[in-house]
């Protein structure tokens, strides 16, 4: 969902006045902490693809929620940006869901399709199965979108405030030029 909400907020900054070259303005601090966030979770789930053993269960789930802890202190090394407080909030509470259920972000199995929970119940992947035992069912990804023409998606609330984040983070950026000078001019 995060890929389609960035296109949608260049879409409509663009249309909005906004200007893509603002987004070269952006000044993050320690950016390399969220490409190695999403290398980690990419041999997570290689690994667990591949029943390979060379990663062992533990070790796994602790790779994946340090990953969102790479994340976590990304965004708040860069708070002073538009929407980043969103953005820290749902990686927070993505963060804690995935902790407190073994290094898996639990899914509502009413979503999938028979193959998918299959593989969930054999263990690939870095999602689990929703179960009783499944600690914070509020915050796993236990919401539903499908829209026409994109893929079905399933979503927690913290990757709404993410999704919502980002959207303002590029909204805001874009837009930066466009603002001071309308205040200019007024």
Request: proline letters at 3%; glycine letters at 10%; charged letters at 15%.
């Amino acid at each position: 969902m995060l890929i389609e909400t960035l296109i949608l907020s260049l879409i409509v900054s663009l249309l909005c006045g906004g200007e893509l070259n603002r987004l070269g303005e952006l000044a993050l601090r320690q950016f390399w902490f969220v490409p190695m966030a999403f290398l980690l979770q990419g041999v997570v789930y290689w690994a667990s693809l591949r029943h390979s053993g060379l990663v062992p269960g533990q070790l796994c789930s602790l790779l994946d929620t340090g990953s969102y802890f790479l994340l976590l202190i990304f965004t708040l090394r860069n708070r002073s940006l538009k929407g980043i407080w969103l953005i820290a909030g749902g990686v927070f509470l993505n963060t804690l869901v995935i902790a407190l259920n073994g290094g898996v972000m639990p899914v509502d199995p009413l979503f999938l399709p028979e193959t998918s929970r299959k593989a969930l119940l054999a263990g690939q992947g870095t999602h689990g199965l929703m179960t009783a035992a499944t600690h914070l069912k509020i915050l796993a990804d236990r919401f539903y979108l499908a829209v026409p023409g994109l893929q079905k998606q399933v979503f927690s609330i913290g990757d709404c405030l993410i999704d919502i984040g980002c959207f303002t983070l590029i909204f805001k950026t874009t837009r930066r030029s466009a603002n001071k000078q309308e205040k200019q001019t007024a």
